[in-house]
Structure formats: C-alpha cells, structure tokens
C-alpha cells in the first residue's frame, strides 16, 4: 500500500499540488484522473521519487521514502516498475534485451535463466517470436506490451503506469487495460496508473483519485463514480453523450 | 546568473556521474561500445582531414619560403611544428565537437526525450553515471586518435612537399628531425587529455539536462558543439600559458 500524506510540490512559486492526502491500495488497480494540468504527472512522478516533494510525504507499506538512506532508496526503486506513455524502450536495443535489462541490472542470474524468465513474461503479454526484434519494428501496442513485461519482469511491489493507452486503438486499449489489472491481481501488487480514458476509468477503476487544481477533489471507485454528485467530476467523466447515457443506464439498473 | 546556474549544475552533474557506479559487467559492455562509437568510428574522418591539411600546410610554408638564404628543410619544420602543436590537438579536437559532440548530445538528449533516462532513475540505475561515465573513459583513447592525426598529417606534408617538387625527400626529413623538442609532444597529449575530457562533459551535459521535444535535440547539438568549441579555444590558450611560457 502506498499513502500520500499532505504532499505538496512546487516549482518556484508555482505550486502544482496543494495538500494530497489519499491511499493506494494493494492488489487493486488505482487510477489518477483529472483534466490536463491537474497535477496527474507531477503526482506520479513524486510517488515514483523522480520529484521530491516539497512538503509531506509518501509512504510504501508504512516506510517514507524520504526518510530511508540512499541504499534504501534504492532497493525500494527496484520493487517498483513502471510502464512510460511512449513505453520508453531502448532503441539501440532488442525487444529480448530491453526487458531482461533489469535482470541484467539487478540480478545474478545467469543468461538462460533470465532468458527463461523473458520468454515467461512475454507470453504473459501474449507477445512471441519478437524477441530480436528491435521497437521499431514492432506496433505501439505490442510496444506498449513490451513495456508492461519490462515493468514486471523482476517481480514489482508496485506497478506504474503513465496512461499506458493513450494512442491506441479502442480494442487494443481495453486489451492492455484488462492485462494491467491481471497482472495486478496475479501478482498482488499496488497498481497506479495515470489515466485521461474514461473507458479505462469505468473498466478497472477500483479506487480512483480525481485530482483538479492540484488538490485532491474526489476518492472512490467505478461504481460509486456513477452516482457522484461531485459536479466537476461529473462533467469531467460524462462530458461525451455516449457516457452520459451510460451513466444514465447504470442508474436505472438496466 | 543563468551562466553560473549551468556551471553549477554541470559539475552537480560530474558528481552524479562518478556516484554510485553501474554494475561492472553491464558498463564494460558500455565502455566497448563507445569506444567504438567515439573513436573507431571517428578514425576516418580525422585521417583523411590530417593528411590533406598536413599537405596544404607544406605547399603555402613552400610558396611563401622565395629566399634562397632559408633552408628547405625549413617547411618540414614548419609543417611539424604546425600539426604537433595547434592542429591535431587543437583543431581536431574541435572537428571532433561536431562529431562526437552532436553524438553525444543528441543521443542523451534523445533519451531524455523519450523518458528513456526517467526509465533508467526509476529502475535506481544512475542514469549519469549509465550514460555519460562510459563517455569519459572511451574519450581517454582520444589522444590515440590524435597521434594518428599527427603522423598522417605528417605523412600527407611529405608527399605534397615531395612529389609536389617543393623539397627534396632527404632535406624533408632532415627538417623534421631539426630542433625536435619532445616536451612539445608531451604538451600536445597533456592538452588532448583536458580536450577528451571536454569533449565527452559539456556535450554530455546539453543532452542530459535538455527540455523539450525533437526539435530542441538539434538545437542542444548546436547549443553544445558552440560551448565545447568555446572552452576548447579558451582551455588551449590557459593550457599553452602553463605549459610553454
């Protein structure tokens, strides 16, 4: 589990969160939403440590993560992955080798162990035979799979995603949506994504943070998304017709 | 202000670089590729560039030697004179800021790009010391690069001086050996050293701390090749007043 307490970040004199306070959950999937300059990536970059916040704190089961030493941080860092909008795969390298790059890093196994484990997760994606391919060569989902077996191949606590389904198509989209949340039940372990899709957000959102001005306006989950009275969230949520007739479906229980 | 922010901050980033070190099987691979990459993949250019200014040195000392009181072997002076101690260190070296410089910068900066550093610091990877440590040690072969640039250089001003018919090849040879003083080589290497060093950091750091999106890569390349050729021409001329005077 991961809390947030009073988390505060500021660039200069422009403070882009204002005092978050929230959880995320362990074995479910956690989404951030909010409109564009929310805060969403700024959020997550502080709980991924790559900003620190200027006030508060971040705890990983119950330890803050400013409070640990450098060789603490630094085991933490390896519990956590994380899957890039762009999938942030290494070019000048193969498909094989970019996810067995933090067995590689971190690990003593030896080459066909940690090929054996590559070939697991990657069927676990469902990817095969682009082992020695490179990433541009292959499709921005399949990239984007690529990046979730990366993310996972060394046995995460915590799972990251920066909206893993953005550029995508809608069938595609919902196919990584639904592997995340396997993954996150398979594994138990504490998934938070950053997300602007609305379908992901009433497909998997089991707890969801809603952020607007860098605070935190609204917490809970799908369900209980549909009968918010939370007027922004509302208009954020259902501001395209389909989903406002879907909203309206679900309140009259059809 | 904002001079002395980049200052500061690019030593804050040599400090990062020489942090907790990658794990030693993974950056000797690194080290091999860049070597590769920096210098082998260099070697052409700096030949073929050596031996055609190496020439070009020869003909105008020639044309400009008319009194029959000044000995031939006076060019072949002049030309290693010239190529020991200015051009191979100096103007290779900032040759080599287009080349290897862009590289660098334009790689790291590409990476930033594409999150590929963010991936590497959320990992717990030192992403400086991953990227720009394996930078420094390959350019510590630089000063074989510019050996090789001085001999062909050298090369290059016997043939034009010879079969261009300007000088005799025994007069050629005598001038070379003429007043050789070895201390001028072992400037020439100290100031190749500082020059790798150079060549590697301030490229390396427009890449690493860029902003931005495609098109701000080409112009950090630009912005970096500028500074690198810029603290080359004022690190030559503080080395050269230690050193010679």
Known sequence: ?254 | MKYLHDIGEYFIMLKKVFGRMTKTSVMRGLIFKEIDDLIISSLGIVVFISFFIGGVVTIQTALNLNNPLIPKSLIAFTARQSIILEFSPTFISIIMAGKVGSNITSSIGTMRVMEQIDALEVMGINSANYLIFPKIIAMLFYPFVIAISMFMGIVGAYLAGVLGGFVAGEQFLNGLQNDFISFHLVYAFIKTFFFALILATIPAYHGYYMKGGALEVGKASTTAFVWTSVVLIIANYLLTQLLLS
């Open chain 1, 1 to 254: 589990m991961i809390e947030v307490k009073n988390l505060h970040k500021s660039f200069g004199e422009d403070e882009i969160l204002k005092g978050i306070d929230t959880e995320f959950y362990q074995g479910k999937t956690n989404l951030i939403i909010g409109q564009s300059g929310a805060g969403k990536t700024v959020f997550l970059k502080c709980l991924l440590g790559l900003f620190k916040p200027t006030e508060g704190a971040i705890e990983y089961n119950g330890k803050a993560y400013s409070s640990l030493d450098n060789e603490k941080q630094l085991e933490l860092r390896t519990e956590m992955g994380m899957v890039f909008q762009g999938g942030a795969l290494f070019d000048s390298m193969t498909i094989a080798e970019n996810v067995m790059f933090p067995l590689r890093m971190f690990t003593k196994q030896k080459k066909a162990e940690m090929m054996d484990r590559v070939e697991e997760v990657l069927t676990r994606v469902d990817l095969q035979n682009v082992n020695h391919k490179f990433p541009s060569e292959i499709s921005g989902g399949m990239q984007k799979r690529v990046a979730i077996a990366r993310a996972i191949v060394n046995k995460p606590k915590y799972l990251f995603c920066d909206e893993p389904n953005s550029g995508l198509d809608p069938k595609t989209a919902i196919l990584i949506d639904n592997l995340i949340q396997e993954i996150t039940k398979e594994n138990d372990i504490t998934t938070v994504i950053n997300t602007h899709d609305m379908n992901s957000v009433l497909e998997i959102g089991e707890n969801i943070v809603y952020l607007k001005d860098g605070n935190l306006e609204w917490n809970g989950s799908k369900d209980e998304i549909y009968r918010t009275d939370n007027k922004s969230l509302a208009d954020f949520v259902y501001s395209s017709n389909l989903f406002k007739k879907v909203r309206e479906a679900q309140l009259k229980g059809l």
